[in-house]
């Protein structure tokens, strides 16, 4: 908060501190104990922002431009793929263990589902406020049921085991 940054940045560095600094002194116990309270808030809030998709389907599903959602899924989709091959080709020039191609599909199908941008959209003031709403809202559930379901069948089809540890 101190540099102003938006919430979810200031949110994001407090949670990688504490992380590094904060857990390696709790005791076990409290480490469990934390680890259920968080896995209880995560799916909270999980819920909350299923809820307000639904709810703003049903408010905005008027606004809809089918044009525009395509043009957002598509540029999301492209933004996602081209971030991803070419952020881990860097990473992978001084990584011990490169990471493969197949894990780089896996990355890039199943990304993030749209929670901040939800949030975000749902702020916008104008005359266009709807119409962005509305797409936004068709971009994530696309990304949930189409990418999201189909995320197994990709790892099943490049061979991918799961249920691992994973180091």
């Not at 909270?44 to 703003?56: E, Q, R, Y």
């Not at 003031?125 to 068709?138: L, N, Y």
């Not at 971009?139 to 994973?166: A, H, Q, R, S």
Request: aromatic share 8%; glycine share 6%; hydrophobic share 55%.
């Amino acid at each position: 908060e101190v540099p102003h940054l938006a919430a979810i940045v200031s949110s994001l560095f407090a949670g990688i501190y504490m992380a590094l600094y904060a857990a390696p002194n709790l005791s076990l116990e409290a480490r469990h104990h934390l680890g259920f309270l968080l896995q209880a808030l995560s799916t909270l809030c999980d819920t909350l922002i299923f809820l307000l998709v639904g709810m703003a389907i049903v408010f905005y599903l008027h606004a809809a431009d089918p044009y525009l959602a395509l043009l957002a899924i598509g540029a999301c989709l492209a933004g996602r793929w081209l971030h991803i091959f070419s952020l881990t080709a860097l990473a992978n020039t001084w990584r011990a263990e490169p990471i493969t191609l197949r894990f780089q599909s896996v990355m890039a199908h199943s990304g993030l589902r749209g929670a901040i941008a939800v949030a975000l959209a749902v702020q916008v003031e104008g005359p266009h406020a709807e119409t962005i709403v509305a797409a936004t809202m068709v971009t994530v559930l696309f990304t949930v049921f189409v990418l999201g379901g189909t995320t197994k069948l990709l790892l099943d089809m490049l061979n991918i085991e799961t249920g691992v540890p994973p180091y």
